[in-house]
């Protein structure tokens, strides 16, 4: 069966410092990989997907960035952390089939101070 | 474009009672629906779908019925009990996208 982690489950952050966040999936191969974030009480905002190595699309603009170094794995980066940028990042993959569901890891809680 | 809209919570209820959890949508073409539930401090957990219309998706008691007349997809369960406690997140996506537009959540809250 399919399992998706994130890592770490919860980080503290001081504003300016550099951030990675990764994602990885198994028990599939060239599963379309998505980057979402959730702020306090809200929706979900999708940042990035990916369906292939080194192939990311942005969905906003903003101060974070995304890499797919192997086929399975996931980066969320950042060189310098905003105040704005704390929240609740949701990883998830998708197999192939156009009605195939999302399917998501147990996110990191990012503290920024 | 596509988008999803949910009522807004927090919605309370006794244990047993019955939820309705409302969720229209707007989409060209046949979309397909889902509902996600999210526990405290968890990721998203995918609940049901349903793919094309009069579809019913159900799992763990709890149902959705695609109606393309109507554009809904309204999640119902028939006795909820303390442990559905969480937000439940309606979703579609295009026919032609891989990317999932998710509603903004409802959180439901029952008490013994």
């Known amino acids: 069966s399919q399992t998706i982690h994130q890592w770490p489950a919860t980080l503290v952050q001081p504003v300016g410092s550099p951030l990675s966040l990764e994602c990885t999936v198994e028990?599939?191969?060239?599963?379309?990989l998505y980057w979402y974030r959730q702020a306090a009480g809200r929706g979900l905002q999708l940042l990035f997907y990916?369906?292939?190595?080194?192939?990311i699309s942005s969905e906003v603009p903003q101060n974070l960035s995304a890499s797919r170094p192997q086929d399975r794995q996931f980066i969320l980066s950042s060189k310098k952390l905003l105040l704005s940028d704390s929240g609740f990042y949701l990883c998830?993959?998708?197999?192939?089939?156009?009605?195939?569901?999302?399917?998501f890891g147990d996110g990191t809680r990012l503290s920024i101070l | 474009g596509n988008s999803v809209t949910q009522m807004e919570g927090p919605v309370t209820l006794s244990e047993e009672a019955f939820l309705t959890i409302n969720c229209t949508y707007t989409a060209t073409g046949y979309p397909s629906l889902f509902w996600y539930v999210q526990y405290p401090g968890e990721g998203l957990q995918l609940l049901l779908k349903?793919?094309?219309?009069?579809d019913k998706g159900s799992n763990k008691g709890f149902e959705a019925t695609y109606r393309k007349e109507t554009t809904s997809f309204h999640l119902e369960k028939g006795s909820v009990q303390v442990s559905d406690s969480a937000v439940y997140f309606c979703?579609?996506?295009?026919?032609?996208?891989?990317?999932?537009?998710f509603g903004t959540g409802t959180r439901l809250q029952v008490f013994p």
């Open positions: 990916s369906v292939g190595i080194g192939q």
């Open positions: 349903a793919t094309k219309a009069d």
């Open positions: 998830a993959w998708k197999g192939g089939g156009a009605d195939q569901p999302q399917h």
């Open positions: 979703a579609l996506m295009s026919y032609n996208t891989d990317k999932l537009i």
């Open positions: 028990g599939t191969s060239n599963p379309n």
